[in-house]
C-alpha cells in the first residue's frame, strides 16, 4: 500500500525503509526496479529521492548489483526510464522520428539526475570486487545517455545549472560526456574477467557514443573501437549484434560517407562475419547512398538483397521507400516510370507470398503520387494510383490514403487546368469524396488547390471561386477551423480577378482585400501587391496611393503587419510612368524622395531604397511629356542614380536618350550624342551592361534628323558608319 500511495510524501521515511525490505525479501531488487517498465509513476521517482535523503545506502547498493540483469541494477533503470519516455511519433522512410514534449524532458532529466545521486552515493562506500565493474558499467551507461540526451535536446532545452551539476555532473556538451565516458570504457574492456556479454555490450556503447556524436573524429573512433571488438578474442563468437554496424551506418548516412558504408557492408557480408545484418542495416545501408547521390547503387544493393543475403531476406517496405525516395530527389528523366515499377514489384512480391515485408504503405504511395506530380504526368494518370491505393485499403487499413495524399492529386489539376478543360470539374470533384469520407477532413490546402484549378483554368469560373471561397467561410465560422481561408485564398482569388480584366473585378478585388483584413486572415506583401498592380494596371491611381498611403500608416501604427517594400513603390512609379502628365513625373519625383527617406530612416526599411527599376520608370515618365527640358531632367536623374551607388544599364541609357530625342531642345542631338560616346567609351573599359544596341543609334540618329542645323546629315551618317562597323 505504501508504494502504491499517490500521497508519498505523509509517509516517514522509516514507513518506506519497511516497506522495500519487505518487497525485496519476497520479491527481489529487480521485481522492485521493474515497476519503472512502462510508465514511471511520479510517486516512484520521489521514493529514489526519500530513500536517498534517508541516507539508507543498503537498498542502493543492493540495487546497483542487480539479480536479473548484469549489467546492473541503474543501467536497467535507465534502460526503462528511457524507453518509458520516449513517444514514437512517426517513422518515416525507415528513420524512428521521435518527439518528447517538455514534461516528458523534465522526467528524463530528474531520471539522469536520480541515477547520478545513487551512483554518486556510492562513492566512498566499501564495495566488492564485482560490484566495481557493475558500478563502472552502470557509470559508463549513464555517461552515454547523458550524450544522448544533450545531441537530442539540447538545442531545445533550457539546463540549470543545478540540473547540469546534479544530471550531467558538469558536463554540457556531448564532446565533454564522451571525453568522460571513453576512458572508463577503454579501461573496463582491459579487464580479462569481465563477462563476454558484459564486454560485447561494452563495446557497443562505446560505438554507439561516438556514432551518434557531431566531432569530425567520431566516424573514425567509432570504427576503432569495432575493430577492436572484431579482434577480441574474448568475445569468441559473439559478435552477431548488429547494433554497433547499425550505429556506424547512420552516422555514415549523416555524413553522406558511401565509401565507408559500403566497406562495413562488405565486412557483414563476407564468409568469415559472424554477424547477421537486419533490415535497418540494409536500409541505413540504402539512406546513406541516397544521400551521397548513389541511387543507382543503392538500387542494385536493393535488388540483390531481394535476392537474399546470408540465406536471409533483408528488404522491406521501408527499405523501397528510401530508395523510392531518392529517387524523388533526383527528379530524373525517368523517374515517373521507376516509380511506377517499384510499386508494381512491392505489390507483386508482397501478393504472391515471395516476400510479405514489402507491402506498400502509406509513405510508398505517397512518394510515388510526389514523383508523378513533379514529373508533369497527367493529373487523371496521378489520381488512377490513389484510387489504387484506395482500393488496397480495403484490405489495408494501413495505406488508407489521408488528405496529404488527395492533395497531391488536386494540385496536379490546379497544376495542369489551363491546358485541361476538365481539370478544375474534377478537381472540385475529388474534393467532394474527400468530404464524403469520415476518416478524410480536407484541410485549408486542399480548397485552395481547387479555388487555384479555376482561377488557372481558361474559363475561370468567377462564380465557382466565389462559391468556393463562401462554402470555406461557413464551415471556418461553424468551428471547422481547418479550412479557414488564409492569404493563399486571397492570392488566388486576387489573381482570378485580375485576369478577369474588367473594372468591376478590380474594384471587387479591392472589396476582397478589405474583406480579408476584416476577418482576420494574415494578408501578406504579396496580396498587396497583387491588387495594387491590378489597381495601376486599369488607371487607378487615386485609389493605389490611397491604399499605399493607408497599408503604410497602418503599419507605422501597428495596426498591420504588411510592410510596403521597393516593388509596391515601384508598381506606383510604374503608373505615372503610363500617364505620361506632368503632374505624374513630378509625382514620380516625389516617390523617389520618399523611398529614400524612408530607407535612410528606419532600419526594417532598407528594401524601399530605390533601385534601377525606380529611376528608370521615373526617367520613362519624362520622355512621354515631351517638355523641352525632359532631356536635362532625366539626365539629372540618371546622375542621382550613378551617386546613389546604382550603375545605370542600357535601358537607364536608352530611356535618358530618348527624353532627348522627343523634347525637341537645341541641344538635343549633341546630348544625346555625348551620352552614346559615354555608353561607347564605359563598353570599351569593359562594362558589357551599357553596350549601345541598335535602338541606342537609331535614337540619336533620329534625334540629329529632327534637328534643322546643317551639321545633322553628316552626324547622322557618322553614327551609321559606327554602327556598321
Given amino acids: 500500500q505504501v508504494l502504491n500511495t499517490s500521497d508519498i510524501e505523509s509517509f516517514h521515511s522509516r514507513d518506506f525503509k519497511f516497506a522495500i525490505n519487505y518487497w525485496t525479501s519476497v520479491r527481489g531488487h529487480s521485481q522492485l526496479l521493474k515497476r519503472f517498465h512502462g510508465g514511471v509513476p511520479q510517486y516512484a521517482l520521489d521514493l529514489f529521492r526519500i530513500l536517498l535523503k534517508s541516507g539508507d545506502a543498503s537498498f542502493v547498493r543492493a540495487a546497483i548489483k542487480d539479480e536479473v540483469n548484469d549489467m546492473g541494477g541503474v543501467f536497467f533503470l535507465l534502460e526503462h526510464l528511457h524507453q518509458a519516455y520516449l513517444k514514437p511519433h512517426s517513422q518515416q522512410l525507415g528513420l524512428s522520428k521521435k518527439i518528447i514534449n517538455v514534461n516528458d524532458t523534465e522526467k528524463l532529466l530528474e531520471a539522469l539526475e536520480i541515477v547520478s545521486l545513487l551512483l554518486k552515493s556510492l562513492i566512498g562506500k566499501t564495495r566488492k570486487k564485482n560490484d566495481n565493474v557493475d558500478y563502472d558499467i552502470a557509470l559508463l551507461y549513464l555517461w552515454y545517455k547523458r550524450a544522448w540526451f544533450l545531441n537530442e535536446f539540447a538545442s531545445t532545452t533550457s539546463l540549470t545549472a543545478t540540473q547540469i551539476e546534479n544530471a550531467f555532473d558538469g558536463a554540457i556538451t556531448v564532446e565533454s560526456c564522451l571525453a ?204 488512377n494510383i490513389l484510387l489504387d491505393c484506395h482500393s488496397r485499403s480495403i484490405n489495408n487499413k494501413g495505406i488508407e490514403p489521408d488528405w496529404i495524399m488527395y492533395n497531391v492529386v488536386l494540385n496536379a489539376y490546379a497544376t495542369q487546368s489551363s491546358k485541361n478543360k476538365d481539370a478544375a470539374k474534377r478537381a472540385e470533384s475529388l474534393l467532394r469524396i474527400m468530404e464524403k469520407n469520415p476518416k478524410i477532413h480536407p484541410e485549408t490546402v486542399c480548397y485552395n488547390s481547387v479555388l487555384h484549378a479555376y482561377a488557372a483554368s481558361k474559363d475561370h469560373s468567377l462564380e465557382k471561386i466565389f462559391a468556393l471561397f463562401e462554402e470555406m467561410k461557413v464551415k471556418s465560422k461553424a468551428g471547422n477551423k481547418r479550412v479557414s481561408p488564409d492569404a493563399f485564398t486571397l492570392n488566388t482569388i486576387l489573381n482570378a480577378l485580375v485576369k478577369d480584366a474588367t473594372e468591376e473585378s478590380i474594384e471587387r478585388a479591392r472589396i476582397f482585400f478589405q474583406e480579408f483584413q476584416e476577418l482576420g486572415v494574415e494578408t501578406d506583401i504579396v496580396s498587396f501587391n497583387t491588387i495594387l498592380k491590378s489597381m495601376v494596371k486599369y488607371g487607378k491611381m487615386k485609389g493605389a496611393e490611397s491604399l499605399l498611403r493607408k497599408v503604410e500608416y497602418d503599419y507605422n501604427s501597428g495596426l498591420s503587419e504588411i510592410k510596403p517594400d521597393g516593388f509596391s513603390y515601384n508598381i506606383l512609379l510604374d503608373g505615372y510612368t503610363k500617364i505620361g502628365t506632368i503632374d505624374a513625373c513630378e509625382n514620380a519625383k516625389k516617390t523617389i524622395k520618399e523611398m529614400e527617406t524612408l530607407a535612410l530612416s528606419k532600419s526594417d526599411r532598407a528594401d524601399c531604397m530605390p533601385n534601377i527599376i525606380s529611376y528608370t520608370s521615373v526617367i520613362d515618365s519624362y520622355s512621354r511629356t515631351k517638355l523641352i527640358d525632359a532631356g536635362h531632367i532625366a539626365e539629372q536623374i540618371l546622375n542621382d542614380m550613378i551617386e546613389a551607388g546604382i550603375s545605370p544599364t542600357l535601358i537607364c541609357y536608352n530611356s535618358v536618350i530618348n527624353c532627348w530625342a522627343k523634347s525637341n531642345h537645341p541641344d538635343a542631338p549633341f546630348k544625346a550624342e555625348a551620352l552614346l560616346n559615354r555608353m561607347q567609351e564605359e563598353y570599351n573599359n569593359d562594362n558589357d551592361l551599357v553596350k549601345p544596341n541598335l535602338r541606342t543609334f537609331t535614337t540619336v540618329m533620329n534625334c540629329w534628323a529632327k534637328s534643322k542645323l546643317d551639321i545633322a546629315p553628316d552626324r547622322a551618317y557618322k553614327i551609321l558608319q559606327h554602327l556598321e562597323h
Fill in 180 to 383: 568522460n565516458m571513453s576512458p572508463i570504457g577503454e579501461n573496463l574492456i582491459t579487464i580479462n574477467t569481465i563477462d563476454k556479454e558484459q564486454l560485447h555490450n561494452i563495446y557497443t556503447i562505446l560505438i554507439k557514443s561516438w556514432a551518434q556524436s557531431s566531432e569530425t573524429a567520431s566516424l573514425g573512433k567509432a570504427l576503432g573501437y569495432l575493430n577492436t571488438m572484431e579482434n577480441d578474442s574474448r568475445l569468441g563468437n559473439l559478435i552477431a549484434n548488429q547494433i554497433p554496424y547499425n550505429s556506424i551506418l547512420n552516422l555514415c548516412a549523416q555524413k553522406k560517407d558511401d565509401t565507408t558504408a559500403l566497406k562495413i557492408w562488405d565486412r557483414i557480408l563476407a564468409p568469415e562475419s559472424r554477424v547477421v545484418p537486419n533490415s535497418i542495416t540494409l536500409g541505413t545501408l540504402l539512406l546513406t547512398l541516397v544521400n551521397a547521390n548513389q541511387l543507382n547503387k543503392a538500387v542494385t544493393i536493393l535488388n540483390k538483397s531481394e535476392r537474399g543475403s546470408k540465406g536471409l531476406l533483408l528488404t522491406n517496405t521501408t527499405c523501397y521507400n528510401i530508395v523510392l525516395d531518392g529517387l524523388a530527389k533526383t527528379g530524373s528523366q525517368g523517374a515517373d516510370k521507376d516509380a511506377i515499377l517499384f510499386l508494381q514489384t512491392m505489390n507483386e512480391l508482397s501478393e504472391t507470398g515471395a516476400n510479405p515485408n514489402v507491402s506498400p504503405d502509406r509513405v510508398t504511395y505517397s512518394i510515388v503520387l510526389s514523383i508523378l506530380s513533379k514529373r508533369g504526368i497527367p493529373a487523371e494518370q496521378i489520381e
